[in-house]
């Protein structure tokens, strides 16, 4: 079972740069949900979606952007990078009171 | 949004050694839980808690739901060179989780 598959693992992204960060889960979850880790913060919580076709703002929005054309995939796009979207972002899905998150991508923005 | 304290921050123990950490909010959560993330991983479900006053046991690791629904603890005993990594506690409101700012554990061998 792959669960929760973020891509990529890394990337390196000029300020300003435009990208867009994969999340794909075969687990038929309807919940899934985009975080950002940041050194001594935690985990903050960007966008989730509910289910197909619906999407909804988290604690830090701003710069993200979701869609939810399908129960398994999650795409989260960075507009236009700045170096303060340099962090790990983890992608995780939610059945009951568990959550299941991906390997992460660690991305920098200089 | 809600914040979660997480304390302490960091510890270095030796192995074999006993591990506490502790999680408040100034919120009121239905159901705690207890994640544990290895370098380069996503955090990993340890513990879940469902009601204030439950005490739950997973092998060396024990938690409890604290009495005012505002805290929760994590204890681990014996501890191993394989519990090395950070430890977060979460609280759960509907659909969202709110996570605390982790705990760093080091283990000595």
């Known amino acids: 079972n792959a669960g929760v598959t973020q891509t990529p693992k890394f990337q390196v992204l000029k300020t300003g740069q435009s990208m867009t960060l994969q999340c794909a889960q075969d687990m038929n979850h309807e919940y899934m949900s985009w975080y950002r880790q940041d050194p001594g913060m935690g985990l903050r919580l960007i966008h989730y979606s509910v289910g197909a076709g619906i999407t909804d703002q988290g604690e830090v929005p701003n710069g993200y952007n979701v869609s939810r054309s399908t129960t398994e995939d999650f795409p989260l796009r960075l507009l236009s990078a700045a170096p303060s979207q340099t962090s790990v972002y983890f992608c995780?899905?939610?059945?009951?009171?568990?959550?299941?998150f991906g390997q992460g991508t660690r991305l920098t923005v200089v | 949004g809600q914040q979660l304290n997480q304390s302490p921050q960091s510890m270095f123990i030796q192995e074999g050694e006993d591990v506490s950490m502790n999680c408040t909010s100034s919120s009121i959560f239905n159901t705690w839980l207890w994640y544990k993330q290895d370098p380069g991983e996503g955090p990993v479900l340890l513990i879940a808690?469902?009601?204030?006053?439950e005490l739950t046991s997973n092998g060396r690791l024990t938690a409890q739901f604290g009495i005012t629904r505002k805290d929760s603890f994590l204890n681990i005993s014996a501890s191993i060179p394989s519990d090395v990594g950070i430890y977060f506690c979460?609280?759960?409101?509907?659909?969202?989780?709110?996570f605390g700012t982790g705990t760093s554990l080091t283990v000595i061998p």
């Open positions: 979460a609280g759960l409101t509907g659909n969202q989780f709110y």
């Open positions: 808690l469902y009601k204030a006053g």
């Open positions: 995780a899905t939610k059945k009951g009171a568990e959550a299941f």
